[in-house]
């Protein structure tokens, strides 16, 4: 009785074993096997997400994913590695971006509109907030632009404002990675430039927010 309940967990450990063993004896080992799986992510990767995956430790992957990103640095790679949004991705070199661009769009501009880009950084600089009050900044109309950043992930709702039940936005991780931020604390120091606080809620006592 004891040895067989002891015998399905011995093919266990050694199907673990197998699995690290296996990924010393891959081509290039743990440094292909980390960039293997960077090329099939949508989105950033933390260390901790590949270390389980890979069976490493996240300092093990923190060290291969520094040396990959120094190497295709120093290589002038048409791809860089870079940390951003709290993960780890492959992105096109900045400087390709013209060539980038003209192959998927066949030349033609997808951009975000003036208007769209005004919305955004609004909400970027003083998120949480509501629909109104990015109308009272930009002294416009914005339900159909906020709706068009909805619709690309670049913002979402966060919540409500308790006293007057307005649904209050803010941006999303695509925004810190098409930003090329590693978070909020990265963006330039535009805010003093924006309404304060205070002006916005002499706006809306007015009826403008």
């Not at 293997?36 to 950033?44: H, K, N, Q, T």
């Not at 404002?161 to 649904?167: I, K, N, T």
């Not at 120091?189 to 606080?197: G, H, K």
């Amino acid at each position: 009785m004891d040895d067989q309940q002891g015998e399905p967990a011995q093919p266990a450990d050694e199907g673990e074993q197998a699995v690290a063993l296996a990924l010393d004896d891959l081509p290039g080992g743990a440094r292909a096997a980390v960039e293997a799986v960077l090329m099939v992510v949508d989105e950033p990767v933390t260390e901790e997400a590949l270390a389980a995956a890979l069976q490493l430790s996240p300092q093990d992957v923190g060290a291969v994913l520094d040396e990959l990103a120094q190497e295709y640095a120093h290589a002038e790679r048409g791809f860089t590695l870079r940390r951003l949004g709290g993960g780890w991705r492959f992105y096109s070199r900045p400087e390709h971006a013209p060539v980038v661009e003209r192959f998927l769009l066949g030349g033609q501009q997808a951009r975000l509109t003036q208007a769209a880009l005004e919305t955004l950084a609004v909400i970027a600089y003083r998120q949480p907030i509501s629909r109104a009050r990015i109308g009272a900044i930009r002294g416009v109309n914005v339900d159909g632009v906020v709706r068009t950043l909805l619709a690309r992930g670049m913002v979402t709702e966060v919540g409500q404002d308790p006293p007057a039940g307005a649904v209050l936005y803010g941006t999303t991780d695509l925004f810190l990675q098409r930003m090329g931020l590693d978070s909020l604390d990265d963006l330039p120091a535009l805010a003093p430039y924006l309404p304060s606080a205070e002006v916005l809620e002499e706006l809306a006592a007015e009826g403008l927010a």
